[in-house]
């Protein structure tokens, strides 16, 4: 089965390193560039299947290089981001095919939707087991964030490498069920509550 692979266009590198940090945790291969002039050639370059795209950026803007990428490739999914949402530019959007039109700023849960959406729909639906992979590590990411910890501090108090903590968070390793029960320890939590809704 494929790894949706997720091409973010946006000259804020925060907003950039958000998604960044957020795709990775969910299971996909993310590319990000900040220089809309160089998206084109990244589009041409890669295997892309969704990109994210702002409309605001200096030297181009996000519907002129929507038009550029739509030349060359009319089935890669077009996730618009925008701070400054208006009738122009959704009307632009939808006469170039646009998956999903997303104002800033925007709910993770809205994002991840128009993600799944777009997999469904291009049949790259992850495996249920790399969802339940993404689902725990993602778990593990934000119980670990709302309590402060880095993953050196996690990595003492569970007695694993920090490169296999990140490895699970970013759902690229599969947990054995002792390393789960010792960062679910660390954690203070029972180990049920890293599997989501599973």
């Known amino acids: 089965m494929p790894q949706l692979n997720v091409l973010v266009v946006d000259d804020d590198k ?3 390193e958000y998604l960044e940090d957020f795709l990775a945790s969910e299971g996909y291969r993310v590319k990000c560039v900040n220089d809309p002039t160089q998206a084109l050639g990244e589009v041409k370059a890669d ?15 996000g519907i ?7 030349q060359t490739d009319d089935d890669l999914a077009v996730i618009i981001l925008t701070g400054y ?32 959406r777009i997999a469904k729909k291009k049949g790259l639906l992850l495996r249920r ?22 993953l050196k501090q996690m990595s003492r108090r569970t ?4 490169s296999l903590l990140s490895q699970i968070e970013r759902a690229e390793s599969s947990a054995s069920v002792s390393s789960l029960f010792k960062v679910a320890t660390a954690l203070d939590v029972k180990i049920t509550e890293l599997f989501g809704d599973y």
């Open 64 to 70: 002129d290089l929507l038009e550029q990428i739509r």
């Open 159 to 162: 007695n694993l490498s920090v």
């Open 85 to 116: 949402p208006s009738l122009e530019t959704a009307t632009s959007s939808i006469q170039h095919d646009v998956s999903a039109y997303i104002r800033k700023p925007f709910s993770i849960n809205e994002f991840r939707d128009a993600i799944h």
């Open 47 to 61: 295997d892309y299947h969704v990109c994210v795209l702002d409309l605001m950026m200096p030297k181009l803007n």
């Open 14 to 16: 925060d907003v950039c």
């Open 129 to 150: 087991e790399d969802e339940l992979h993404a689902t725990i590590g993602r778990s593990i990411r934000e119980l670990r964030k709302s309590r402060g910890l880095t």
